[in-house]
């Protein structure tokens, strides 16, 4: 009889599998359940990129590209990049196209994190980091953000959480779930600790065309001091409404994509040919549809916070990416209790704030990538549930 438990790395057998999925396995076992919980466009993939890929396929443009990406793909990057946040990268050393944003996330951690060594990770943040650190050996150091700073990582926290086996900060801004966004004043702060050291920043850039009120996303890169050891990744799941086309890619120093193009190379060959001919024509033609996205949202948002914070749990404006992170405390439930008593009651999915961190206790994330009639409908439930139990607060 085979042993299981001694064939699986014990590693990967002791990472816990991702928070989010234990709400909708259990939301896709009941009827009319209305969902706040998937980070996932609402929209289509503008039509144009659809064309593109349609005429791509039917030319019968499907067999392999180079490991590190179509060439005018990569120079439409190095393009896109320097137009929208002022930063300069050579297509043909310092950017590689990925399977989405994870796999780039994937690849630069595995590049430059030996046995031992120690990852700062903010959180609450993206469910990823952690356990991928986790698996390649390394050694995760939570550093939680406060709600009273925005949710934003000081300069003060990252020198204190600094050792001599720090190796990587990621910087996972704008932040999912929190929608906190860093400014560039915040950036400029931490440059000044990390100059002098050799510790790699990877910046989870995914969501840097959601930011709102009329500011902007500062990409890490473009202060300075930090370029020389920042990867920047980000994609086109978010902003371009993409998410199924699995395509990400990475900017950095030439050392560093050099050597994650490697692991690229052996573990997936390359990324999806028909995504990355789409991919050319949304960084090239599709601002205007993104501008009308980002719109919405914003309406959406309004709607979102408002909602909550009449309802008496507190709710800081989300600046960036497309989620609200309201507080439950005055329910006096955890966040696990509250969404799955709020599921069973009122069938409606939220995401409980432990999912992305100890530091979410307390907290729960909702998506506004819904339409505003979804949004409304799941407001209206959940106030319904507080009142019922007693825990709303006008």
Same mark, same amino acid.
């Given at each position: 009889m085979i042993s299981y438990e001694r064939i699986i790395n014990p590693v990967l057998a002791n990472v816990r599998p991702s928070g989010i999925r234990k709400f909708f396995d259990i939301a896709g076992s009941m009827n009319d359940v209305i969902s706040l919980?998937?980070?996932?466009?609402?929209?289509?993939?503008?039509?144009?990129?659809?064309?593109?890929?349609?005429?791509? =396929?039917?030319?019968?443009?499907?067999?392999?590209? &180079?490991?590190?990406?179509? @060439? +005018? /793909?990569?120079?439409?990057?190095? !393009?896109?990049?320097?137009?929208?946040?002022?930063?300069?990268?050579?297509?043909?050393?310092?950017?590689?196209?990925?399977?989405?944003?994870?796999?780039?996330?994937?690849?630069?951690?595995?590049?430059?994190?030996?046995?031992?060594?120690?990852?700062?990770?903010?959180?609450?943040?993206?469910v990823c980091y952690e356990p991928m650190t986790r698996m390649i050996g390394g050694t995760p150091v939570i550093l939680p953000t406060k709600a009273e700073h925005d949710f934003k990582l000081t300069a003060e926290e990252l020198r204190a959480a600094i050792t001599d086996k720090t190796k990587a900060l990621i910087l996972p801004y704008p932040c999912n779930p929190t929608g906190a966004i860093m400014e560039r004043a915040d950036l400029e702060a931490l440059a000044t600790v =990390?100059?002098?050291?050799?510790?790699?920043?990877? &910046?989870?850039?995914?969501? @840097? +065309? /959601?930011?709102?009120?009329?500011? !902007?996303?500062?990409?890490?890169?473009?202060?300075?001091?930090?370029?020389?050891?920042?990867?920047?990744?980000?994609?086109?799941?978010?902003?371009?409404?993409?998410?199924?086309?699995?395509?990400?890619?990475?900017?950095?120093?030439?050392?560093?994509?050099s050597q994650m193009t490697k692991l690229h190379q052996y573990a997936i060959m390359c990324a999806p040919t028909t995504s990355q001919y789409a991919a050319i024509e949304a960084m090239r033609s599709c601002d205007d549809e993104v501008a009308e996205m980002l719109e919405q949202y914003d309406d959406r948002r309004r709607i979102m916070i408002n909602g909550f914070n009449r309802m008496g749990l507190t709710c800081r404006e989300p600046r960036g990416a497309f989620y609200a992170f309201p507080s439950i405390q005055s329910t006096g439930l955890t966040s696990d209790e509250f969404c799955e008593k709020l599921l069973y009651e009122e069938r409606v999915a939220l995401v409980p704030g432990t999912a992305f961190g100890e530091s979410g206790e307390g907290f729960v994330r909702a998506s506004y990538c819904y339409s505003t009639a979804h949004i409304n409908e799941a407001l209206n439930r959940i106030e319904s549930f507080l009142k019922r139990n007693g825990m709303y607060h006008s």
């Open positions: 919980g998937v980070g996932e466009p609402d929209f289509l993939t503008p039509y144009r990129v659809r064309s593109i890929a349609i005429k791509t =396929l039917e030319k019968g443009r499907t067999r392999y590209t &180079s490991n590190k990406g179509l @060439s +005018e /793909l990569l120079e439409e990057i190095s !393009r896109y990049v320097q137009r929208k946040y002022a930063v300069s990268y050579d297509p043909k050393t310092e950017i590689l196209v990925s399977v989405g944003g994870s796999e780039a996330i994937d690849v630069a951690l595995r590049t430059v994190i030996c046995p031992g060594d120690e990852v700062i990770i903010p959180q609450p943040s993206y =990390l100059r002098d050291t050799d510790i790699v920043v990877i &910046s989870d850039e995914i969501y @840097s +065309e /959601l930011t709102y009120g009329g500011v !902007r996303h500062v990409c890490p890169a473009s202060i300075p001091g930090l370029k020389e050891r920042t990867v920047v990744i980000n994609g086109f799941s978010k902003a371009f409404a993409m998410t199924g086309w699995r395509l990400g890619y990475a900017c950095g120093p030439k050392e560093l994509i």
